[in-house]
Nanobody
């Protein structure tokens, strides 16, 4: 059974930093065969892609509003993917989801991801 478990969410102030992580288990043939993405969904809005990291970790993609502030990384030995978020803004408030795509580079579309976590809430106060 595949499980993606996010952790590290919470309430922070604007300008603060926060790191969230996602621990994967049960992926076949293995975690390193999956590109990993972070998505977020704010109240009343559609879920949107935040960042993607390739299965080797050599390639990353960021949505324009988080470029220069967020950093996605992965540890294939520990089956984890993380998102370091700096200079947080109130508009970053959302539920953040990690997702796994059985492809080298991932996808900008939700449909490209076969497995999803339950999400972790991040609230940034002004």
């Amino acid at each position: 059974q595949v499980q993606l478990l996010e952790s590290g969410g919470g309430l922070v102030q604007a300008g603060d930093s926060l790191r969230i992580s996602c621990a994967a288990s049960g992926l076949r043939p293995g975690f390193s065969s999956y590109a990993m993405g972070w998505f977020r969904q704010a109240p009343g809005k559609e879920r949107e892609l935040v960042a993607v990291i390739s299965w080797t970790g050599d390639n990353t993609y960021y949505e324009d509003s988080v470029k220069g502030r967020f950093t996605i990384s992965r540890d294939n030995a520990k089956n984890t993917v993380s998102l370091q978020m700096d200079s947080l803004k109130p508009e970053d408030t959302a539920v953040y989801f990690c997702a796994a795509a059985l492809s080298p580079m991932g996808s900008s579309s939700e449909r490209g991801y076969a497995y999803w976590g339950q999400g972790t809430q991040i609230t940034v106060s002004s």
